[in-house]
């Protein structure tokens, strides 16, 4: 088994092991959760015993108190300075001070157990929930352990202490605070669900000095630093983050970002380069990209990476909307009205990047002149101008005798006419009603994506015709 086959086994132990502890799951369903969990865990370990991260999200899973131990025990004989296995060492000491009395800890049996896990799971009465210690009703941080003993509810903004498990004026789920720093992290996400930026900043510190090897902390925290307008400490704990999992795309899509945002086009590019390399098939890293090189006019490029984001993701909408609006600088827009079409589909209404695209498509869109794009009228009248010039020319190469015609000039006339309804379908009117009978599409070839080659082709058959009269066959 390779090392990245370990790394994901160990990431799906990893999200059992958190499905295990959330609240909002029924017991059967967590139950299973943690049974998951156990076996991937232990299926890593086997695999790779030095593997603290394994033994550390075992500890969350095992049974008894007992195994707890041993499985922190183990993360400290690997880690010794892992602050989340010595609190929890710390933890297991004073709910279970007979574990660390040697005699006794051979002594349970499966009963106690059980007894055993169904007391961890229970709210602690007195003392700090996190380190037991005795703490006043006073108190909103444990004096001790210096964690929050009461949080702010992210959608009421109720003071609500962190033992409960959901806010009691607005019933918003809380969490689970028995493991603190995934309690913290989630109630940071739910602030920043609610633009409670500040609030999710206090949170992931909190979960940081927790457990600082957490996957994708420091993404999330230069992200909320970033959105707090501090580009310079956002940018270096991206930095970090990028160090700490330089496989994930995450912390580099994040990193190029606040880069673009402050201008730094040459270093958001490189970073947005590695994040491909780390997903090379992911639509949202070649639409970072293809959005960079659209700011920097290179528009070209660009194109090229938004076509591949919507040939990868064809639901994108803002690569859909980017791409309409280069098409739009270009001056060619009829595909900037498909792409743009394509947008209003997929972007969320009123949000104000689709309403930009509905102005623009309000502007652009051919169907409001649908009357004139379907008309016969229109048609014969645009028609008629090329293909009366090969007329007129073979007529006056029979002197004005209709009858004197040659065969070839009677060709001509018919390539004459052909080629000026291609030109006008493919160059004006896409949605003729002859174009729309021949390819039985009531959009004609409105929707088609090479119409050059018809109009091409309609030109090119227009000066056969006129060749054909100019040097008679025959
Ligand atoms: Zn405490
Ligand atoms: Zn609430």
Same mark, same amino acid.
């Given at each position: 088994?390779?090392?990245? =086959?370990?790394?994901? #086994?160990?990431?799906? *132990?990893?999200?059992?092991?958190?499905?295990?502890?959330?609240?909002?799951?029924?017991?059967?369903?967590?139950?299973?959760?943690? $049974?998951?969990?156990?076996? #991937?865990? =232990?299926?890593?370990?086997?695999?790779?015993?030095?593997?603290?991260?394994?033994?550390?999200?075992?500890?969350?899973?095992?049974?008894?108190? /007992?195994? %707890?131990?041993?499985?922190? @025990?183990n993360v400290l004989a690997l880690d010794p300075a892992n602050a989340a296995a010595h609190k929890g060492v710390v933890l297991l000491k004073q709910q279970y001070p007979e574990l660390f009395d040697d005699s006794v800890a051979e002594e349970s049996d499966a009963a106690e157990e059980s007894d055993a896990a169904d007391d961890y799971a229970q709210p602690s009465k007195q003392g700090c929930p996190f380190c037991q210690h005795p703490i006043s009703?006073?108190?909103?941080?444990?004096?001790? +352990?210096? $964690?929050? #003993?009461?949080?702010? +509810?992210?959608?009421? &903004?109720?003071?609500?202490?962190? @033992?409960?498990?959901?806010?009691?004026?607005?019933?918003? $789920?809380?969490?689970?605070?028995?493991?603190?720093?995934?309690?913290?992290?989630?109630?940071?996400?739910?602030? %920043?669900? &609610?633009?409670?930026? *500040?609030?999710a900043l206090d949170a992931l510190r909190v979960s940081e000095r927790l457990q600082p090897d957490q996957p994708d902390l420091y993404r999330q925290i230069g992200e909320v630093l970033a959105e707090l307008g501090e580009p310079g400490a956002a940018i270096s704990t991206l930095e970090t983050a990028v160090k700490k999992e330089p496989d994930q795309m995450g912390p580099y899509l994040a990193l190029g970002r606040v880069l673009q945002q402050e201008g730094q086009w040459e270093r958001a590019e490189k970073v947005y380069r590695e994040a491909m390399r780390t997903a090379p098939e992911s639509s949202e890293t070649y639409y970072a990209l293809g959005n960079l090189l659209f700011q920097q006019n290179r528009l070209d490029e660009a194109r090229k990476h938004l076509q591949h984001t919507?040939?990868?993701?064809? /639901?994108?909408?803002?690569?859909?909307?980017?791409? *309409?609006?280069?098409?739009? =600088?270009?001056?060619?827009?009829?595909?900037?009205?498909?792409?743009? %079409? /394509?947008?209003?589909?997929? #972007?969320?209404?009123?949000?104000?990047?689709?309403?930009?695209v509905q102005e623009r498509l309000k502007?652009?869109?051919?169907?409001?002149?649908? %009357?004139?794009?379907?008309?016969?009228?229109?048609?014969?009248?645009?028609?008629?101008?090329?293909?009366?010039?090969?007329?007129?020319?073979?007529?006056?190469?029979?002197?004005?005798?209709?009858?004197?015609?040659?065969?070839?000039?009677?060709?001509?006339?018919?390539?004459?006419?052909? *080629?000026?309804?291609?030109?006008?379908?493919?160059?004006?009117?896409?949605?003729?009603p002859v174009i729309c009978a021949l390819t039985g599409n009531p959009q004609g070839i409105d929707e088609m994506e090479h119409r050059w080659i018809v109009s091409t082709l309609g030109a090119i058959l227009w000066l056969v015709a006129l060749v054909i009269i100019l040097l008679p066959l025959g």
């Open positions: 088994m390779t090392d990245s =086959q370990i790394e994901t #086994l160990l990431a799906d *132990g990893i999200a059992a092991a958190k499905a295990a502890w959330h609240k909002d799951e029924h017991p059967t369903v967590q139950r299973e959760h943690k $049974l998951r969990a156990q076996d #991937l865990l =232990q299926q890593v370990i086997e695999l790779d015993e030095t593997n603290a991260k394994a033994w550390l999200w075992l500890s969350t899973v095992v049974n008894s108190p /007992q195994d %707890r131990l041993i499985c922190l @025990e009703q006073m108190d909103t941080v444990c004096p001790h +352990c210096e $964690l929050p #003993l009461v949080v702010d +509810c992210p959608v009421c &903004n109720t003071r609500v202490d962190v @033992e409960l498990d959901t806010c009691p004026r607005c019933n918003h $789920l809380m969490g689970d605070y028995h493991l603190p720093s995934v309690y913290f992290t989630q109630l940071a996400i739910d602030y %920043r669900e &609610n633009h409670r930026t *500040g609030r919507v040939k990868i993701d064809p /639901q994108h909408g803002a690569a859909w909307a980017r791409l *309409g609006q280069l098409y739009d =600088q270009n001056k060619k827009y009829q595909p900037a009205v498909r792409a743009y %079409r /394509q947008a209003t589909k997929f #972007l969320i209404p009123n949000t104000p990047d689709e309403q930009r502007i652009l869109d051919p169907q409001l002149h649908g %009357r004139t794009a379907r008309s016969w009228w229109q048609l014969i009248l645009q028609t008629a101008v090329p293909a009366a010039i090969i007329f007129i020319a073979a007529l006056l190469d029979a002197r004005f005798q209709m009858t004197q015609i040659h065969w070839s000039g009677w060709l001509a006339i018919l390539l004459g006419i052909a *080629g000026s309804f291609l030109w006008v379908t493919a160059f004006s009117l896409p949605r003729n």
